[in-house]
């Protein structure tokens, strides 16, 4: 049975301040929504994150998980921002200057395992269970999709998976959130919290299949962008507008904690 920790209102609300400072690409919904997946594990294993940069999310996930039992958090990045998708390291050679500092601060970086190395070198060693699998690296199709390929295997039953930016124009992360995530009958609640697409596995697919309804609805709306993302490299003027308004239409909100909690607490 899992519950949300005492306080985690105000738990988040200081994280937020905590990790204000640290540059990165998240939005408050989406940090506080991060920090209830590390703080309500729904499986047991590891949390692993796939993509660092300078630490946000790490900070984020090692706080929530040090609510828990364990609280550890795998991170893999190289640091050097080698995808096309990545964010600019502004000149710099590697983000692990600020990444190292930034987990010193926050005063996690005995709780993080870090692998400085490409996920797919991480993937050839890698062979424990996960109970939270971040996906926040190369946002390309091929990233995404091998990212998704080499880990998703080692996801515990009752897991869940949460991949960062499907509303955002990148065609990595929608396409595999609707194509490997959606069309799967392993894989039952899900939903968007702000630009992060998130999932529950489970091992049995008719469980999964339980959760048609929807998901085929999400999976309608988000489709929708599908063709802009892949199609078109930079949109503008009035794609830009389309693209918007079709984005309007995929609840994508402040997730509500007891709400989410009943909705992954469904084990059958
Ligand atoms: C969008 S940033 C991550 C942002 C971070 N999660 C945060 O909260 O600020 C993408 C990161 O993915 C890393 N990356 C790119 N390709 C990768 C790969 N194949 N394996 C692991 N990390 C990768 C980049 O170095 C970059 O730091």
Redesign the pocket.
């Known amino acids: 049975m899992i519950s949300l920790p005492k306080d985690f209102e105000n738990f988040t609300a200081r994280l937020i301040e905590t990790t204000k400072n640290?540059?990165?690409?998240?939005s408050e919904k989406e940090m506080k929504f991060l920090a209830l997946l590390a703080a309500c594990p729904t499986a047991e294993g590891e949390i692993l994150?796939?993509?660092?940069?300078?630490?946000?999310?790490?900070v984020?996930l090692a706080k929530g998980a040090s609510l828990t039992a364990k609280t550890r958090v795998v991170a893999?990045?190289?640091?050097?921002?080698?995808?096309t998708?990545?964010?600019d390291l502004k000149g710099q050679e590697s983000?692990s200057g600020d990444f190292q500092t930034n987990l010193r601060n926050a005063g996690v970086e005995k709780h993080v395992e870090f692998h400085r190395?490409?996920?797919?070198e991480l993937a050839k060693i890698w062979n424990r269970d996960i109970r939270l699998l971040?996906i926040?690296?190369?946002?390309t199709y091929a990233?995404t999709k091998s990212?998704f390929d080499m880990f998703s295997r080692f996801l515990s039953n009752g897991a869940i998976i949460a991949i960062?930016?499907v509303l955002h124009n990148f065609e990595g992360t929608i396409r595999v959130f609707l194509e490997d995530v959606l069309l799967s009958k392993h894989f039952g609640p899900a939903g968007m919290c702000g630009s992060i697409g998130w999932s529950q596995y489970f091992k049995d697919s008719n469980i999964g299949w339980k959760f048609k309804h929807p998901k085929i609805k999400l999976y309608q709306k988000l489709s929708r962008l599908l063709p802009y993302s892949v199609l078109n490299d930079d949109i503008k003027g009035f794609t830009k507008i389309k693209y918007k308004v079709l984005r309007s239409r995929i609840s994508h909100r402040d997730a509500n904690p007891s709400k989410w909690l009943r909705e992954v607490m469904f084990i059958e």
């Open positions: 640290i540059e990165g690409l998240l994150e796939i993509g660092s940069f300078k630490g946000k999310s790490t984020i893999v990045d190289p640091l050097t921002s080698p995808a998708t990545d964010p983000s190395k490409r996920s797919r971040w926040d690296g190369d946002h990233g990212d960062h930016d």
